[in-house]
């Protein structure tokens, strides 16, 4: 008990540092791991002790950033439902899956209640952004990177608008995959036994995927990107998602030819170095990804095997 005690200020405190690191450089660097500390917290102290340390943790930082504390606790609290979601699902030793499933889903809930709570107070997200937009493009954009955009800047803006599902799903899918990553490692070294992702080289998307895929690449071919029709809107979101998606099953598959040939893992990491370096060549590992869900060629290599 005693332990657990040190453990849950320990976490407090990282939780303090991590909320008053927003308002400093440092924020590139720790506003990743902001569900992390009450993770932890959560898991390793009883309900009562959690509320209590949590509670005196947000009373710490508002007391030492006065006016500029109430943005800082509606960041954490922001994060507090899906630390609860995911911290549950730990403690009944879930399987990853559905932990990440469960904190992606409750972090992109939580964003579109925030945009219909914005709405009925009066304040428009979507207008502040697009102005947000239009006066960077017009002004901040440095010039070179202005020149590379289309002469309608009123295009790019309105194309920035429109992938907003996108970058909700993005943010939501960072921060679980990130949260889940780190607060594992931390809770198996403390002896907590929770379970992992399947390896990479086991993973398989469902074959639906594919044609969801392919109907929307035949629908994108035919659609005015320009448009602001409700297709084009959903394509515009749809498919950077299943091309991130089938791009990483590449990956996958290049994990199990590696394993398959019992050679070190030098053939994906190779890839993902790529792909960090030449963003273009995900729609070509995409490609890959697709063979590999549509086809058995994973069979076929065994028999050559």
């Known amino acids: 008990m005693g332990n657990r005690s040190w ?3 320990i976490w407090a ?3 303090i540092a991590l909320l008053l690191s927003m308002m400093t450089p440092f924020i590139i660097f720790t ?5 992390v500390p009450v993770l932890m917290l959560y898991v390793k102290s009883s309900t009562k002790r959690f509320v209590i340390m949590y509670v005196l943790s947000l009373l710490i930082v508002y007391a030492l950033t006065g006016l500029h504390g109430m943005f800082l606790l509606s960041v954490s609290l922001f994060f507090l439902p899906p630390v609860l979601v995911m911290g549950n699902l730990y403690k009944r030793k879930a399987a990853a899956r559905t932990v990440i499933t469960s904190g992606t889903v409750t972090l992109l809930a939580e964003s579109l209640l925030s945009l219909v709570i914005g709405y009925l107070l009066g304040f428009d997200p979507i207008s502040k952004f697009k102005q947000f937009m ?7 954009m440095p010039p070179g990177l202005r020149e590379l955009l289309p002469n309608d800047h009123d295009w790019y803006v309105n194309l920035m608008v429109q992938v907003i599902p996108l970058y909700l799903i993005l943010f939501a899918l960072f921060y679980a995959f990130v949260s889940h990553g780190i607060t594992r490692w931390f809770l198996n070294k403390s002896g907590e036994g929770i379970p992992g992702l399947r390896p990479m080289r086991e993973r398989m998307l469902p074959k639906s995927f594919v044609w969801i895929y392919l109907i929307a690449f035949v629908l994108d071919l035919f659609i005015d990107p320009a448009s602001n029709s409700l297709i084009a809107t959903l394509l515009m979101n749809l498919l950077p998602i299943l091309v991130l998606a089938f791009a990483i099953q590449a990956l996958c598959f290049l994990f199990y030819i590696a394993h398959a040939n019992k050679w070190k893992p030098i053939l994906p990491i190779v890839a993902i170095v ?20 549509a086809f058995p060629i994973r069979e076929r290599f065994k028999k050559n095997l």
């Open 7 to 9: 453990q849950g200020i």
């Open 274 to 293: 790529i792909l960090c370096f030449m963003p273009p060549f995900l729609f070509i590992y995409s490609l890959l990804g697709v063979f590999d869900v």
């Open 134 to 140: 239009s006066d960077y493009v017009t002004t901040t």
């Open 31 to 35: 506003v990743s791991f902001l569900m």
């Open 13 to 15: 405190i990282v939780t």
